[in-house]
């Protein structure tokens, strides 16, 4: 059983920059695909950026690709988000996410087994 926790969050304005992080426990860290997901008011949760158990692959939704930067470390177990340029539609709850699992679509949210509590990104204009 993994346990994650987020922390990070916060109030920034546009064009800031926060770096989110998640800490592992409870099991092998590099025995997991990590993934962050964002909730946006009135909306369904959706992948962010995913990030393979060796931290090789990674994968980004097209609206944060060349702002936000998903990395792992497997000393510290873990994984980090680095948002860059924020902008008022990156306002959500952000959740760390793990999966055990293999061969599967890294961006489905159906994939992932562990989750944290969420942290609160809120970016004023």
């Known amino acids: 059983q993994v346990q994650l926790v987020e922390s990070g969050g916060g109030l920034v304005q546009t064009g800031g920059s926060l770096r989110l992080s998640c800490a592992a426990s409870g099991g092998t860290f590099t025995n997991y695909r990590m993934g962050w997901f964002r909730q946006r008011p009135g909306k369904e949760r959706e992948i962010v950026a995913g990030?393979?158990?060796?931290?090789?692959?990674?994968v980004y939704a097209d609206s944060v690709k060349g702002r936000f930067t998903i990395t792992r470390d497997s000393v510290k177990n873990t994984v980090s988000l680095q948002m860059n340029n924020l902008k008022p539609e990156d306002t959500a709850v952000y959740y760390c996410?793990?999966?055990?699992?293999?061969?599967?679509?890294?961006?489905?949210?159906?994939?992932?087994?562990?989750w944290g509590q969420g942290t609160q990104v809120t970016v004023s204009s």
């Open positions: 996410a793990a999966t055990p699992r293999v061969q599967v679509d890294p961006k489905s949210s159906a994939v992932y087994d562990y």
């Open positions: 990030i393979s158990r060796s931290g090789v692959f990674t």
